[in-house]
């Protein structure tokens, strides 16, 4: 989810309804550094702090891979670095918020903070979550497809967002009024689900639910379903979630 889109449209006092036509000075200059500018480190040089801190959130999404990865490849009954996957998260969603927080404060936001903004989060809400799912036992080929369903919804919605968020009404700050489809850090509550069932031992052969079709094509965990679903609540256009 980008909260920075619609951030950027009041910079300098500009009203809701000239959103959709004014580019914020803030985002023009920085356009122009990433045209012009072909120094040594002009990218960094481009990047507005809030883009920094959305950097984090990326950050934490990819070491939450790395650590299902260490967890696959070590003993899987040493669940350290499984909580560790799971551990990062919550930061990522913590630095996902700061980021609209500082650009508003600042009055500084950008085309490249909304597109950092929504790659980041489909990193670390998106498919670091499927790979502690597959960490802990999701793995037969038909759950694999279903998480990579629950991935491409995800990938989707934020896509969606970047292309329809001029249009989602604003608040007298120019905050968009709701998100359009759950939005995508709320797959930190399957994330909680799995956690619980990390501190109850409930993984691999234990998973919740058992496996149906078992040595077949077919063989799937059925509780997979859950991220189907959250997924298709994710791309929905009928639910609009308020924002905080």
Same mark, same amino acid.
């Given at each position: ?33 990433? /045209? ?31 650590? /299902? ?26 630095? =996902?918020?700061? =980021? ?24 670390? #809400? ?7 799912? #597959? ?43 709701? #998100? ?10 399957? =994330? ?34 859950? #991220? ?17």
């Amino acid at each position: 989810m980008s909260k920075r889109t619609s951030s950027a449209a009041t910079n300098g006092g500009i009203s809701p309804k000239e959103t959709t036509e004014v580019i914020p000075a803030s985002e023009d200059k920085q356009k122009t550094l990433l /045209s012009t500018d072909t120094g040594h480190f002009s990218l960094i040089r481009a990047m507005h702090l809030a883009d920094l801190i959305t950097e984090m959130n990326g950050l934490c999404g990819v070491m939450s891979l790395f650590s /299902s990865m260490r967890y696959c490849l070590g003993d899987p009954s040493a669940t350290g670095n499984l909580w560790a996957a799971l551990g990062f998260l919550p930061f990522g969603l913590f630095f =996902d918020f700061l =980021d609209g927080k500082v650009a508003r404060w600042r009055k500084k936001s950008s085309m490249m903070g909304q597109e950092l903004d929504s790659l980041a989060d489909l990193i670390s #809400f998106g498919v670091s979550p499927a790979i502690v799912a #597959f960490a802990i036992g999701f793995r037969t080929p038909l759950d694999h497809l279903c998480l990579a369903f629950f991935v491409l919804c995800g990938l989707t919605r934020l896509a969606r967002f970047n292309v329809t968020a001029n249009d989602i009404p604003k608040d007298a700050t120019g905050k968009a009024a709701y #998100f359009e489809g759950t939005p995508i850090p709320t797959t930190l509550g399957l =994330d909680a689900l799995m956690a619980w069932w990390v501190s109850q031992g409930w993984i691999h052969d234990a998973i919740p639910g058992g496996v149906w079709f078992a040595d077949s094509i077919f063989e799937v965990h059925p509780v997979v379903a859950m #991220f189907m679903i959250h997924g298709c609540l994710m791309t929905s256009k009928s639910i609009h979630v308020p924002k905080p």
